[in-house]
């Protein structure tokens, strides 16, 4: 199964953007790169996903490396109420999520 | 995207005992998942259950311990059983975004301390 790794921690300021980064390197062809979220005691929150192109939504951008071997989530101004947990997690093709050990964002006002 | 809830919210158990907790979904979805969040860790797939057959459980995980029912469409329960204070965790449901999609979306976690 592919290993997801990411920094234990990040801090960023209020109203900047924060880069986010994630290491796949055993990533399999198929699988999908997702990025969820989780505030104090609630559930993850589904982000963003991708497979191989960069992909934008509301919430946030994903940038794809070409090899694929690794992401990174952009936040592109960061508010106070984005400070969660941010997980990068591998879909495997039996629908399963194999879940790293997430990045707690930190943002400063 | 699906909302789920999930019942208890929380609780408080003595060791020894079983607890079972429910998951409901507001639309018919195919595969459910519980999770466990052990504190300060991240999510461990517990088992995936499908209606209309037996949950398939991950390494580590028996289903003497952790039985799932899953009656229909948009309802599962996952019982932890005979429990001790190693099972204090937060158990999570998600459900599949949809066909096609390996996106899950879940519920908010029932947060269990055994004492």
């Known amino acids: 199964d592919a290993k997801t790794t990411q920094p234990n921690s990040m801090e960023s300021n209020e109203e900047e953007p924060v880069h986010l980064p994630c290491n796949h390197s055993?990533?399999?062809?198929?699988?999908?790169i997702h990025w969820y979220r989780q505030l104090p005691s609630q559930g993850p929150e589904y982000v963003i996903h991708g497979l191989t192109s960069n992909v934008n939504n509301r919430m946030a951008s994903l940038a794809i490396a070409e090899d694929r071997k690794s992401s990174t989530l952009i936040l592109h101004r960061a508010t106070l109420r984005d400070a969660a947990v941010y997980y990068c997690?591998?879909?495997?093709?039996?629908?399963?999520?194999?879940w790293g050990a997430g990045t707690k964002l930190i943002i400063k006002p | 995207s699906a909302v789920i809830s999930q019942k208890p919210s929380r609780d408080i158990c003595q060791r020894g005992t079983s607890l079972t907790i429910q998951c409901q979904v507001d639309s018919q979805v195919t595969m459910m998942f519980w999770y466990r969040q052990q504190p300060g860790q991240s999510l461990t797939l517990i088992a995936t259950?499908?209606?209309?057959?037996?949950?398939?459980?991950e390494s580590g995980f028996v289903i003497d311990k952790f039985p799932i029912s899953r009656p229909n469409l948009t309802f599962s329960t996952l019982t932890v059983s005979n429990m001790s204070p190693e099972d204090s965790s937060i158990y999570l449901c998600s459900v599949l975004g949809g066909p096609g999609t390996d996106t899950q979306y879940f519920g908010p976690g029932t947060r269990l301390t055994v004492l």
């Open positions: 997690v591998v879909g495997d093709s039996n629908y399963q999520l194999i």
């Open positions: 259950a499908n209606q209309g057959s037996e949950a398939t459980y």
């Open positions: 055993t990533i399999s062809g198929t699988d999908y």
